[in-house]
């Protein structure tokens, strides 16, 4: 699934702000591979 650029974007900051991946992915209901580079599309 793609998801949208603002979606990517607040995903970016709420990891940025400190949080955990798997913090992360809770919130947002995704699924966040550890090779998973999240700094796309800066």
Known sequence: ???GIDFR???L???EEGH???ETAKL???ILN???NLN???
Do not use: G
């Open 1 to 3: 699934m793609a998801y």
């Open 13 to 15: 900051a709420y990891v």
């Open 9 to 11: 974007k607040r995903v």
């Open 20 to 22: 955990t991946r798997q």
């Open 40 to 42: 796309y599309n800066r």
């Open 28 to 30: 947002f209901n995704i």
């Open 34 to 36: 550890k090779n998973q």
